[in-house]
């Protein structure tokens, strides 16, 4: 069975800095588009961050600049480098995949179709 398991939230200040991990079983990551998405209370999932299996980075636009995705294949890990962090990024992240995103649907939660948990990320003076 697939598994995706992430890790790495917590609290932290404003303009502090987190790593998220998604620890992958089962199935290849460079094999699949990986994301990275967030759904704050009463709020609608959205996509933050997804890599391609050829390695093409995409990004929401509040993103951009200040977080990173990137994957050890090695380790068959994905990783999310979350710098400059904003009370508005306080949500639950989770770690997604899927072998196929049609159009340019890079970000779009009904993309993918294979999910971790989710760890909570809460940003807070």
């Known amino acids: 069975q697939v598994q995706l398991q992430e890790s790495g939230g917590g609290s932290v200040q404003p303009g502090g800095s987190l790593r998220l991990s998604c620890a992958v079983s089962v199935i290849d990551i460079s094999q699949n588009y990986m994301g990275w998405f967030r759904q704050a209370p009463e709020k609608e999932r959205e996509g933050v961050a997804t890599i391609s299996p050829s390695g093409k980075l995409y990004y929401d636009t509040s993103v951009k600049g200040r977080f990173t995705i990137s994957r050890d294949i090695a380790k068959n890990t994905v990783h999310l480098q979350m710098n400059s962090l904003e009370a508005a990024d306080t949500a639950m992240y989770y770690c997604?995949?899927?072998?196929?995103?049609?159009?340019?649907?890079?970000?779009?939660?009904?993309?993918?179709?294979?999910w971790g948990q989710g760890t909570q990320v809460t940003v807070s003076s």
């Open positions: 997604a995949a899927t072998t196929i995103v049609y159009g340019n649907r890079w970000l779009s939660p009904g993309s993918f179709g294979t």
